[in-house]
Each structure stands twice: as C-alpha cells, then as structure tokens.
C-alpha cells in the first residue's frame, strides 16, 4: 500500500479525537510530501540534526512534534521548527525550552516522558518522581512552556498484556496530574502512546496522539 492508502487505514481506524503523528524519522522530504499530500499535517522527528535540515524544506503548516531524547545543547537547533517537544525527560531541560523559547519569541507546547517500560534505556520520569516535582512546583511559572500532557513508551516485547499495564499506568499517571495540578489548565489532556505494534492497545488505554512510523512509512533504513 502507498503512504496515502496507509494515512487513511490508520485514520479510519482512528477514534475521533485521537490524532495521528506521523513519525517521518530518517525517510527523505519527499516521502513525507506523499503523506502531506494525502492530507497528513501533524509529523513527529526524533533526532535533533536530521529534523533541522528537513523542516525548512517542507511546508510551513506542517505542524512537527520532537519526539526524541533531546540534548541540552540541541534546543536551540530546533527551536525555530517545533510546535510540541514530547520528549520533556528532566526539569532541567524543562527549564532550558522555556528559556530558550522566551528567547526566540516562541511558546512551545511540551509532554512530560514517563518511563513505564521495563527497559533501562527508555528514558523519562517515573510516576514518583513526576508527582513529587509537581508537589514541588516545578511545572509552574513557565512563561513560554504549556504543559499539555505526558508521552510515553511500552516496552519492546510481545507480551501484550505488559504493554496494556504499561499504558494503564501512564493513564493513571495522567488523570492522577490532571485532577491534583493542572485542574485549572485545560491544555492539560493529552497522552501520547502507541506506534505501529501497539497503538491499537494504546487507544484502549485513552491515547490521544499516537505515533506511527513503520506502518506508515515502511521499514526505516538505518
Ligand atoms: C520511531 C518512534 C516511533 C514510531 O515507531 P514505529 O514502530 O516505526 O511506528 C514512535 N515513538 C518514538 C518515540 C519513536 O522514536
């Protein structure tokens, strides 16, 4: 099937108010052109470099979530270009966006990573350690940063039933955040889970972003 039959599989299935990222990492501007042109805006990167050099080519409503383990000394690369940065994994480069966003005239709208998965790898809070920074204020007073939810990763494995209470996990996480700190943020509300295994699973568990890539796309070539 062609990129565009793909775009329309998966937005079909998709409930209404859950939207699809199209994850376009390490495919060419030209395939993420086949997918503009079957209507997709919303695309998810997840390597600093690489989404700096394709952004500028490709239309201006393209609406680009940054998806990846971003280092501090890569904000800056990617601040003319990102709307959501869904890869927000420390205070610490919480604060750097917002300052750097306050710097380029920007507002950027950010997930919170859990880390629910098993592996050591995937990075993010764990749920007590996402709750004692909100105890602690730290999603407060950002001046260029809106918190609008959490993203996460199940863990790489077959066992459906870990990825389901995995993604329940996160659930809980988020209306646990939503009904204790962010009651009068409205913006709080999104989850962000599921790519091409999983996302059926995670839109049970009340995903409302999911991110797909190879069933979009195809295989990555790395
Ligand atoms: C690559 C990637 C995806 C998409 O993965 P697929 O299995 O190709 O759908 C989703 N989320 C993150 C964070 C990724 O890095």
Same mark, same amino acid.
């Given at each position: 099937?062609?990129?565009?039959?793909? +775009?329309?599989?998966?937005?079909?299935?998709?409930?209404?108010?859950?939207?699809?990222?199209?994850?376009?990492?390490?495919?060419?501007?030209?395939?993420?052109?086949?997918?503009?042109?079957?209507?997709?805006?919303?695309?998810?990167?997840?390597?600093? %470099?690489?989404?700096?050099?394709?952004?500028?080519?490709?239309?201006?409503?393209?609406?680009?979530?940054?998806? #990846?383990?971003?280092?501090?000394?890569?904000?800056?690369?990617?601040?003319?270009?990102?709307?959501?940065?869904?890869?927000?994994?420390?205070?610490?480069?919480? %604060?750097?966006?917002?300052?750097?966003?306050?710097?380029?005239?920007?507002?950027?709208?950010?997930?919170?990573?859990?880390?629910?998965?098993?592996? %050591?790898?995937?990075?993010?809070?764990?749920?007590?350690?996402?709750?004692?920074?909100?105890?602690?204020?730290?999603?407060?007073?950002?001046?260029?940063?809106?918190?609008?939810?959490?993203?996460?990763?199940?863990?790489?494995?077959?066992?459906?039933?870990?990825?389901?209470?995995?993604?329940?996990?996160?659930?809980?996480?988020?209306?646990?955040?939503?009904?204790?700190?962010?009651?009068?943020?409205?913006?709080?509300?999104?989850?962000?889970? #599921?790519?091409?295994?999983?996302?059926?699973?995670?839109?049970?568990?009340?995903?409302?972003?999911?991110? +797909?890539?190879?069933?979009?796309?195809?295989?990555?070539?790395?």
């Amino acid at each position: 099937m062609s990129i565009a039959q793909n +775009i329309q599989r998966i937005t079909a299935q998709l409930p209404e108010g859950v939207k699809l990222v199209a994850v376009s990492k390490f495919h060419p501007a030209e395939k993420i052109m086949e997918a503009y042109n079957a209507g997709q805006r919303l695309f998810g990167e997840n390597r600093a %470099q690489e989404f700096a050099a394709k952004a500028p080519q490709l239309p201006a409503d393209i609406e680009w979530h940054f998806i #990846g383990h971003l280092q501090k000394n890569k904000v800056r690369m990617i601040m003319p270009w990102v709307s959501t940065i869904q890869s927000i994994d420390s205070i610490e480069l919480l %604060q750097l966006v917002n300052k750097e966003a306050a710097r380029n005239n920007r507002h950027i709208n950010v997930l919170l990573q859990l880390h629910v998965a098993k592996e %050591q790898t995937k990075s993010g809070f764990t749920t007590n350690e996402v709750l004692k920074a909100a105890d602690e204020g730290a999603f407060e007073n950002l001046t260029n940063v809106t918190i609008t939810g959490v993203m996460a990763m199940a863990t790489f494995t077959d066992d459906m039933e870990q990825v389901a209470s995995e993604f329940e996990q996160v659930h809980n996480t988020f209306l646990t955040l939503r009904d204790k700190h962010f009651a009068n943020n409205p913006a709080f509300k999104e989850i962000s889970m #599921g790519m091409s295994d999983d996302w059926n699973i995670a839109v049970q568990h009340g995903a409302t972003l999911v991110r +797909i890539g190879t069933d979009i796309f195809g295989a990555r070539e790395y």
